[in-house]
């Protein structure tokens, strides 16, 4: 049984720093993704982290958002600098066998953190 638990999330004043954290249970597969969706809005993929821990990124997000994982531990985090009014979403941990990266084909998802940017 595979499981997904984001925490982190929260209200931040712009240009302030949160760090997201995604603990996982089972065996999810290699790939690990965060994604945002904001009201009214599409989700769309913020970073992603595979197996041998090449990572990418959106553009919105590049110089400012760092992801990396913690295989010991099991979790994934996502350090997230520079805050901006913008960044403003329910953010989703993600995780799969297969690298999807930023596109939303991810099997295993968590129930999601607010991040609020003010």
């Known amino acids: 049984h595979v499981q997904l638990v984001e925490s982190g999330g929260g209200s931040v004043d712009v240009g302030g720093t949160l760090t997201l954290s995604c603990a996982f249970l089972?065996?999810?597969?290699?790939?690990m993704g965060w994604f945002r969706q904001a009201p009214g809005k599409e989700r769309e993929g913020v970073a992603a982290i595979d197996g041998i821990r090449s990572t990418k990124y959106a553009d919105s997000v590049k110089g400012r958002f760092t992801i990396s994982r913690d295989n010991a531990k099991n979790t994934v985090y996502l350090q997230m600098d520079s805050l901006k009014p913008e960044d403003t979403a329910m953010h989703y941990c993600?995780?799969?066998?297969?690298?999807?990266?930023?596109?939303?084909?991810?099997?295993?998802w968590g129930q999601g953190t607010q991040v609020t940017v003010s």
């Open positions: 993600a995780a799969d066998p297969n690298r999807w990266w930023l596109l939303p084909n991810y099997s295993f």
């Open positions: 089972g065996s999810p597969g290699s790939c």
